[in-house]
């Protein structure tokens, strides 16, 4: 199989003293809009979608700065697929970072309050969007299904013929990348340890949601643990300190990440790092999901300032 994304070795004081080695997964440059572990979800389910002739078009949720409403957008506007999005929030969000670029590429938004958001999952509410968007392929919210699954596992299948390494590490929201992740493992039959970390507060319900999305080959994977403790306040909040940490670690080994998954992860890692959770000679991937569109609307509300953080280019 092709090597869709490189794997660089990173250099930095802390990992000498530790004896580790660090090599990380560059799922970030795959492609450059559809970044990271979005590009690997959605390569099953859009190939779906062209290989059968009954779709009319792709069907999806996500909040007003998702990263998948982002990739599914310029994706489907690459394949010439109609996409819909379903979006948490209000209409005035729609000129944003992330949504004006859905829109211009093409996905018809639309705005729900909170409360029907919250049926995203449910048969009915499902059943009711498939009626008003006929043959159109719902996807659940961050691409995570069955399809997403497999497209994941190939990060495993390109990492045995990129290198050996007994840790994995990788920023968990919904858990599919983790499981997919997990899926691969066995594929490959390879049992490393994969470390999830997850970026939400109360997090522990995700642990039953990854078990169940993983193939019945995956089930008996005993080396995969989710991490709850490094949410640091929650989904999207960071402090000055988490930020400056983050880019010092870019500086030293010229990658870049954002604080919402890729510098999370990597904050969680700096602590376990110093904490001595890893063995002398221990051989660590880091999987770079992507997501730097997110530093556009972080940038866009003051939350994040462009002295120090780059906004994502505007590509067409
Ligand atoms: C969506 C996303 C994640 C989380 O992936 P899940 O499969 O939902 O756990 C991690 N990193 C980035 C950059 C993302 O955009």
New binding site residues.
């Given amino acids: 199989m092709a090597i869709l994304s490189t794997l660089q070795t990173l250099h930095h004081p802390l990992f000498n003293k530790h004896n580790v080695r660090v090599e990380i997964k560059r799922d970030d440059i795959i492609h450059p809009i559809i ?4 590009w690997r ?1 959605l390569k099953y389910n859009l190939q779906h979608v062209q290989q059968k002739q009954e779709f009319n078009g792709v069907l999806s949720f996500g909040g007003c700065y998702s ?2 409403i982002h990739a599914l957008a310029f994706a489907c506007f690459e394949q010439n697929i109609p996409c819909v999005g379903i979006i948490r929030g209000e209409a005035a969000y729609a000129d944003n970072f992330t949504l004006s670029w859905a829109k211009h590429w093409g996905m018809t938004l639309y705005f729900v309050d909170r409360k029907t958001y919250r049926c995203r999952h449910d048969s009915d509410y499902l059943a009711e969007l498939q009626q008003q968007f006929p043959h159109y392929f719902i996807i659940p919210e ?3 299904n069955k399809r ?1 699954i497999t497209g ?1 596992s190939e990060v495993i299948t390109e990492l045995t013929q990129q290198t050996e390494f007994d840790t994995l590490i ?9 499981a ?1 992740l997990i899926a691969g493992d066995a594929l490959n039959n390879i049992t490393h340890n994969i470390l ?1 970390i997850a ?1 939400l507060k109360n997090a522990g319900y995700l642990e039953n949601e990854i078990k169940s999305l993983l193939p019945i080959a995956a089930k008996t994977h005993s080396k995969w643990q989710l991490l709850t403790q490094f949410h640091r306040g929650g989904y999207a909040k960071f402090s000055p300190t988490d930020a400056s940490r983050i880019l010092e670690f870019s500086k030293i080994t010229e990658v870049n990440f ?1 604080p ?3 510098g999370k992860m990597i904050l969680a890692f700096l602590d376990l790092l110093e904490q001595g959770y890893f063995s002398s000679g221990e051989r660590i991937v880091l999987l770079h ?3 730097m569109q ?1 530093l556009g609307g972080m940038i866009e509300r003051g939350l994040l300032s462009t002295e120090d953080w780059s906004m994502p280019k505007r590509v067409d």
């Fill in positions: 970044s990271g572990n979005k979800k990263n998948h961050g691409g995570s997403a994941v990788t920023p968990v929201g919904s858990g599919g990348t983790l997919g999830g970026v954002e919402v998954y890729s999901t992507g997501g997110g």
